[in-house]
């Protein structure tokens, strides 16, 4: 069985979900990340099976969640999608800046190797996606639902897909956050070619697919090897909430973990 924790990490809440005894390949640390409004007990059942494969896998409440909210999910999302890129910029960008910080001490504290698999379910996968530009130890990424445009062209209402998000302008900080780490606007740092695969919902009008074909495209004109390193599969049909399936789930960790 898997050995489960709850750390305190300089203020960031971290669950550690260590491999059981015996697992072959227990050095490497692999990252998975909740969606807006998710915690990372949510993610447990995501976590195991990284564990079982002999990752030490480790999830974090993203800023403003989890044991880091200062208010209801139900008061946070409609402030969010009222003032898009005043408040989700922050929430993207300080949680791959404590991601980040969070990997520095997974690696020292469990003596693992600096090779490091991350991925994560819309908001998450977004995070997931700045971090492997941010940071050259992410060598892989699982992305569902996620885009790497922080911008999001095209984004709907989820509960009324006929709307389009006015998305409001950013402040200062979440405008440097932005400009730090948004990964279509930093295409140089993702030369290294990391493998990123993305599940995507092709009828998806919350998360519009097309910004990880974009990404790709954008790749393949001036660093073709990583362009080559994103696989794209889209579910036909499927919008953003039906996108995030056992199926689409399965295929993310079987390929994260291969």
Known sequence: MADVETVDVDGIPVSVTKPPAGTAGRDRL????HYFTGTKEQMQPQLNVLAERGFVAVS???????????????????????HFRRDMWPILGQTTLDAM???????DRYQLAP???????????????ALAGADPRVSAVAALVATPDWTRPGMHRLDDPTLLIDQGAATPHGQWLYDHLNPATHLGRYARAPRIRF??????????????VEFRAALAQRYPAAARAITIRLAEGLGHL?????PALTRALDWLSA
Request: charged share 20%; aromatic share 6%.
């Open 60 to 82: 974090l409440d993203a800023w403003r969640h989890g044991a880091r909210a200062t208010r209801s999910m139900a008061e946070l999302s409609p402030e969010v999608f009222g």
């Open 30 to 33: 692999a990252l998975w990340l």
């Open 242 to 246: 039906d996108a995030i399936d056992e």
């Open 115 to 129: 090779d490091v698999v991350a991925g994560g379910i819309s908001m998450g996968g977004d995070t997931a996606l």
């Open 101 to 107: 910080h969070v990997i520095d001490w997974a690696l």
């Open 199 to 212: 599940e995507l919902g092709g009828a998806d009008t919350h998360v519009p697919p097309s910004g990880a």
